[in-house]
């Protein structure tokens, strides 16, 4: 099973949860500071990280930045009090994949765990045939799951790759925000669309794409993206 990290400032959530986990199957680390969820990362090696935004000390925002620039691909899932929309729009910008609300219920939380980890194993499902597209200066190698402009890799994170491979695959065709909840994130019925317009201005950044007139990913206003016709 999956191996987590746990970082959790409150001991009541962080035993609850990490109970729940454990009954599921998952081998858990547990850390009540930022600092010690980042030498966990290094030792523990886990697969998800589920981060409480509140902490002491290090605040959940930089400890998340600070792991997203250690691994890319880390699939990471920020705990927010209900209401705190700002903490939720700067989360996913700053790298989370998803979040879920205080009080944590368990199903909800394993959900979402389930539902990011299936994509980091497997950002979407392809064919398997060999095939690297080629759009201007950008290569998608939909088989290897890889991405380059202008001959540099670009590291994306799980929900980054899944989206700008989902958009691709279609040049030319409007997406709404429902419709990328449903195809990147599973979320068929709860879905909120920040997590598709901060995950389209993290892929944005990480192509070199101008904010005013982005070359690749367009937005459609009142509908959703589109990825450029080529």
Do not use: N
């Not at 191996?3 to 609850?16: C, F, N, P, S, Y």
């Not at 990362?41 to 997203?68: N, Q, T």
């Not at 409007?174 to 979320?187: G, K, T």
Request: aromatic share 4%; hydrophobic share 45%.
């Amino acid at each position: 099973m999956p191996r987590v990290l746990l970082i959790e400032d409150d001991r009541a959530v962080r035993e609850g949860v990490a109970l729940a986990l454990r009954r599921q199957g998952h081998e858990v680390a547990l850390a009540v500071t930022g600092e010690d969820g980042l030498i966990l990362l290094r030792s523990f090696r886990p697969d998800v990280v589920v981060l409480d935004l509140m902490l002491p000390g290090m605040p959940g925002l930089d400890v998340c930045r600070a792991m997203r620039a250690l691994d890319p691909t880390l699939p990471i899932v920020m705990v927010t009090a209900r209401g705190d929309d700002e903490d939720i729009v700067v989360g996913l910008e700053v790298g989370a994949d998803d979040y879920v609300v205080k009080p944590v219920q368990a199903r909800v939380l394993q959900a979402r765990l389930r539902a990011v980890l299936r994509r980091a194993a497997a950002p979407v499902g392809e064919s398997g045939i060999p095939r690297i597209d080629t759009y201007g200066d950008l290569a998608i190698d939909r088989a290897g799951l890889a991405v380059t402009r202008q001959g540099s890799p670009v590291a994306l994170a799980p929900s980054e790759l899944r989206l700008l491979l989902t958009l691709s695959a279609s040049p030319g065709q409007v997406f709404s925000r429902q419709q990328l909840l449903e195809a990147v994130w599973e979320h068929s019925y709860h879905g909120d669309a920040r997590l598709v317009d901060a995950c389209v201005r993290r892929l944005r950044v990480k192509m070199g794409e101008p904010p005013r007139e982005p070359r690749y990913i367009h937005t459609v206003r009142g509908f959703g993206y589109r990825f450029a016709a080529w």
